[in-house]
């Protein structure tokens, strides 16, 4: 029902920033909740930011928080992860997910839509 697919990653030096993009195809994603989740080599995916549909309410990892910035434009279907001051131990897989519960969570199993993923690798 919902197709999402990220963009905006790459190859950075430590410091440095990057915005992800999530584009969602549906008119039903502003409906949604939205999360990122990471996952790196050698640790399991993990809760980066979530958003609720509204956009109101946000939650942040402890280990992003201050660096990183989860919000989302309705009116374009697009939610958007900022992310600066960015360190080696944020080189990843980012992907995007989305609904369809009505709630916001981090927890990965109760989001039905994701998207394909984009690499994140900070060199130091």
């Known amino acids: 029902q919902v197709q999402l697919v990220e963009s905006g990653g790459g190859l950075v030096q430590a410091g440095a920033s990057l915005r992800l993009s999530c584009a969602a195809s549906?008119?039903?994603?502003?409906?949604?909740?939205m999360g990122w989740f990471r996952q790196a080599p050698g640790k399991e995916r993990e809760f980066v930011a979530s958003?609720?549909?509204?956009?109101?309410?946000?939650k942040h990892a402890d280990s992003v928080k201050g660096r990183f910035t989860i919000s989302r434009d309705n009116a374009k279907n697009t939610g958007y992860l900022q992310m600066n001051s960015l360190k080696p131990e944020d080189t990843a897989v980012y992907y995007c997910?989305?609904?369809?519960?009505?709630?916001?969570?981090?927890?990965?199993?109760?989001?039905?839509?994701w998207g394909q993923g984009t690499q994140v690798t900070v060199s130091s």
């Open positions: 997910a989305a609904g369809p519960r009505s709630y916001t969570t981090t927890n990965p199993n109760q989001y039905g839509y």
């Open positions: 549906g008119r039903t994603f502003s409906n949604y909740p």
């Open positions: 958003i609720s549909w509204t956009g109101t309410n946000t």
